[in-house]
């Protein structure tokens, strides 16, 4: 095994200066580390723990650290594709964790990490352009940054909700409802745009009253359930635009009575294959975030590595995948009390 003396011969630097990158100091530049880290990647040394050094990326999330059903099928996806990196995986908050004046790169060497992952949000994209100004590397997932040279990998849904709600209209449906993410992001907002320009291709008008910004959960789905099917004019169809949102709805259907598809159409949106785990099966917008997730980590292990040049800025593709939960609208209308009562 190379000694840490071989170590600074080959990458040119002082005994010191490997000692304070192998430690995570944070006073050596990132072209210094990097270089540092080649030359113990290329010489297979290891630690007094027998571990190899400096074979972490990180999963950094920007914003809220609350972790949803996209966030663990993303996970597992980064998991799989660090696997066949032979890379590992630290999740980092910077909100708890960074200190206060240091600069991202000090702050993810002093983590040992040689690249990150980076879980954004719409109003956090300033946190990942300063990250990226510093040249750390890194690739963002579920943002775009078009017309830059930022990396990227996200999928876009806006054409699959535009069919999803299309479907919808085909059907004789004209007071479709939204039951929306209440964080502003990119999936989010490509959905709603899907969801407006069917409306406006049908000639259908934008009712706002139709419109519910939930939490993306159980309690959400039920919520956005016992609100629009509360309404003067209820609904004939809802789209989910969560996972877990979609299984509330059901749920709160199947309680109170409410016969899905037959008296109100619902759609969802699935990150894996949550919707082959209900009764009746889902019709829904579907992603593979477990692909996306795999795809940013074999990028990521290939920026660091130096084997692409170019930036990489990959936008898969969503399904709509038409199953058991949509049909014609009811002949009547229904109408359900919050507390469960159908109503005249």
């Not at 479709?176 to 959905?191: E, K, P, S």
């Not at 509360?230 to 979609?246: G, M, N, V």
């Not at 990959?314 to 014609?328: D, G, P, Q, V, W």
Request: hydrophobic share 40%; charged share 25%.
């Amino acid at each position: 095994m190379a000694s840490a003396r071989e170590i600074a011969e080959k990458s040119g630097v002082s005994v010191t200066t490997v000692s304070r990158v192998l430690n995570r100091h944070p006073d050596v530049s990132l072209a210094t580390r990097e270089r540092v880290m080649k030359a113990v990647d290329r010489a297979g040394y290891r630690g007094p723990n027998g571990r190899r050094i400096g074979v972490s990326v990180g999963l950094v999330i920007t914003g809220d650290a609350r972790m949803w059903e996209y966030d663990w099928q993303l996970l597992e996806g980064i998991r799989v594709g660090l696997n066949d990196c032979k890379l590992d995986l630290q999740i980092i908050n910077l909100q708890r964790d960074k200190r206060e004046r240091e600069t991202y790169t000090q702050f993810f060497m002093r983590r040992g990490l040689r690249g990150v992952i980076l879980r954004t949000f719409t109003q956090y994209r300033g946190i990942c352009e300063a990250i990226i100004a510093e040249g750390f590397p890194s690739i963002v997932v579920a943002e775009r940054f078009e017309g830059t040279d930022i990396n990227y990998i996200c999928c876009d849904s806006t054409d699959e909700s535009r069919l999803a709600i299309e479907h919808l209209i085909q059907l004789g449906h004209r007071r479709v409802a939204l039951a929306i993410h209440r964080r502003a992001d990119r999936d989010h907002m490509d959905r709603r745009s899907g969801y407006e320009t069917a409306l406006k291709s049908n000639d259908i008008a934008l009712d706002h009253a139709l419109i519910a910004q939930v939490v993306p959960n159980l309690e959400g789905g039920v919520n956005a359930f016992n609100q629009m099917m509360s309404l003067r004019e209820p609904p004939t169809a809802i789209y989910f635009t969560d996972p877990l949102a979609s299984i509330g709805a059901m749920c709160r259907a199947q309680e109170v009575g409410l016969k899905v598809p037959e008296q109100l159409s619902i759609i969802g949106f699935d990150d894996g294959d949550i919707r082959h785990r209900i009764y009746p099966l889902l019709t829904a917008v579907c992603q593979d975030t477990h692909e996306l997730g795999a795809e940013a980590a074999i990028y990521l292990e290939k920026i660091i590595s130096g084997t692409t040049q170019t930036p990489v800025q990959r936008t898969l593709r969503a399904s709509l995948e038409i199953n058991s939960t949509t049909a014609a609208p009811p002949q009547g209308v229904v109408r359900i009390q919050p507390d469960g009562t159908f109503m005249n």
